[in-house]
């Protein structure tokens, strides 16, 4: 199994990245997926979640309106559109895949944003 991100990097605030997360290893379409960041000294935080068939999305209040999930399930590939990038969204990105009867569960190495001036 392997999940790897690409994308991050160094922006300036109010600037934009594009993360993505490619897959493979595991059958994709039946896996919830999530992006989740941490920052040192702190546990990993939920970012954003899509739902297997991608119909559902749900958002961290301190991302909602500014970051949008998305995933093609040809290409077993999941995105974060990070929007209006701020200091406090600097943190190590995770992408992670759950499923959502069996609890198995897949993590990325991590990816890292940093929004400074």
């Known amino acids: 199994v392997q999940l790897v991100e690409s994308g991050g990097g160094l922006v300036q605030p109010g600037g934009s990245l594009r993360l993505s997360c490619g897959t493979s290893?595991?059958?994709?379409?039946?896996?919830?997926m999530n992006w989740y960041r941490q920052t040192p000294g702190k546990g990993r935080e939920l970012v954003a979640a899509?739902?297997?068939?991608?119909?559902?999305?749900n958002y961290a209040d301190s991302v909602t309106g500014r970051f949008t999930i998305s995933r093609d399930n040809a290409k077993n590939t999941v995105s974060l559109q990070m929007n209006s990038l701020k200091p406090e969204d600097t943190a190590v990105y995770y992408c992670?895949?759950?499923?959502?009867?069996?609890?198995?569960?897949?993590w990325g190495q991590g990816t890292q944003v940093t929004v400074s001036s």
């Open positions: 290893g595991f059958t994709f379409r039946w896996f919830a």
């Open positions: 899509i739902s297997s068939g991608g119909g559902s999305t």
């Open positions: 992670n895949a759950k499923h959502a009867i069996l609890q198995t569960e897949y």
